[in-house]
């Protein structure tokens, strides 16, 4: 947050906005009064107090603020919050500052968003869903990137228009449209083979065919907000079907599986754990796929201090090891890992006081929306689950404690069990976590 004077604040939009803001006794003044000065001078609607929070943000940590806190002490604060949370150096540490940001509340159900009509806040969260996208924070296979980027092109770009839209031209800003990892170029023989000829890249082409099949609505003139908004609409639609859409995101390590004849260790792998309404997914950093998805149903959970280095959150769920089944442990180092499981533990009892939604004959839908898919998306055809999408589990990539309950005693399936059964879970409500028991012949660790 910075102060350009003494009642001056900068608040950051998602796309890079900056709203300056004049408010008197800084110090003292809470998020939730900054949040109304906010909404007054963007003119939102009071839904906008539900869906978006202040957030303070930097490249090493990222903090949603309780209405009840002043942003100002909290920035003073900021070096004892990264000493505590983070691992970073000293150095980056010193001279790390936060953004005051204005961003998608963790808690705003999707069943709420489906509600927003304003445009200037569907704009925010098609903003920041679009930003989550390119960063690699929401994985999405490449055929659901195509056609997100698609719509962007479409936002960006204005309605497609043969021959005035090539491949070749969105490839100059396709880094725009499509995450990084997908705007990967070749090097060497292969690029120099490919620059010889008139065919796009794959992503290139994929881009042009999803901007082309946007489907366009016959609008009055002066009426292109209101198409824009139908735009948004269809692209954050599409962000909800990925199971963390709107999650806050943690970063930790796991380790990795034993490798070789002897089956050594080979270190740890980095990961961001991302958490919402709806559960935890562990997501391989580098990869950007996920590598675990749990709701909350079918997870216990801890967090525990071993040593002054190790901060662990355990995940604990149900698998089999060798056709057997068990139960799995698995370990992410983190100095984020009380943040993580107090969100956990919120979100559970969030989810356990909150209404359910009203069946979809009664629910409220937004205008001009009268079935789940808008009006601008492509043509959909059946939900499938595609084989190795990224939005899959991969156990197999994971290195857990595998174990059974025999009663008064844990017995183990390789490898040895290093910490108690867990009694934090979902103990209201339906749950398809179980405690699984040995067998007679069952090989222990």
Not at 32 to 49: E, F
Not at 139 to 166: F, I, M, N, S
Not at 382 to 401: D, F
């Amino acid at each position: 947050m910075l102060c350009v004077a003494a009642a001056d604040v900068l608040v950051y939009l998602v796309d890079d906005t900056v709203v300056p803001l004049s408010v008197e006794n800084l110090p003292s003044v809470t998020a939730h009064d900054l949040h109304r000065v906010i909404r007054d001078t963007l003119q939102l609607p009071d839904i906008a107090l539900e869906a978006f929070s202040l957030w303070l943000i930097s490249p090493l940590l990222e903090v949603q603020l309780k209405p009840k806190h002043q942003p100002y002490k909290v920035c003073r604060q900021w070096q004892d919050l990264l000493f505590r949370f983070t691992d970073a150096p000293e150095d980056d540490i010193a001279v790390d500052e936060p953004s005051l940001q204005f961003r998608r509340n963790v808690f705003f159900p999707k069943r709420r968003e489906l509600q927003v009509n304003h445009e200037d806040l569907l704009r925010l969260l098609f903003e920041e869903a679009k930003f989550n996208v390119l960063e690699g924070r929401y994985p999405c296979d490449a055929e659901d990137c195509e056609k997100l980027g698609g719509l962007v092109c479409r936002v960006k770009l204005g309605p497609y228009r043969p021959g005035q839209q090539t491949a070749g031209a969105l490839k100059e800003k396709l880094d725009s449209f499509l995450p990084a990892h997908l705007c990967k170029k070749g090097h060497g023989l292969f690029t120099a083979w490919r620059g010889r000829g008139t065919k796009a890249a794959p992503g290139e082409q994929g881009l042009l065919s999803a901007y082309q099949e946007v489907k366009e609505e016959a609008a009055a003139e002066g009426e292109e907000a209101e198409t824009l908004a139908r735009h948004y609409r269809a692209y954050l639609h599409k962000c909800h079907e990925l199971p963390y859409y709107g999650c806050a995101f943690f970063y930790g390590e796991i380790d990795k599986p034993a490798q070789g004849f002897f089956l050594h260790r080979v270190g740890r792998k980095p990961v961001t754990v991302a958490i919402n309404l709806d559960g935890v997914h562990v997501i391989d950093s580098k990869e950007k796929h996920v590598l675990l998805g749990l709701r909350f149903e079918e997870l216990s959970w801890d967090h525990t201090y071993p040593d002054e280095e190790d901060h662990i959150l355990w995940l604990e769920f149900d698998g089999e090891s060798e056709g057997t089944p068990v139960n799995k442990l698995l370990k992410i180092y983190s100095k984020q890992a009380e943040l993580m499981s107090g969100l956990i533990e919120y979100c559970i009892e969030l989810n356990v006081t909150t209404e359910p939604a009203p069946p979809l004959e009664n629910a409220v839908e937004p205008a001009g929306v009268t079935n789940p898919q808008p009006p601008s998306t492509v043509p959909q055809r059946h939900k499938l689950r595609r084989q190795g999408s990224v939005i899959c589990s991969r156990i197999q990539h994971l290195s857990t404690i595998d174990y059974v309950d025999d009663g008064k005693e844990i017995k183990r399936v390789k490898p040895k069990r290093t910490t108690s059964f867990f009694s934090r879970q979902l103990s209201l409500g339906t749950t398809s976590y179980t405690v699984v028991q040995p067998t007679d012949g069952l090989e222990q660790g």
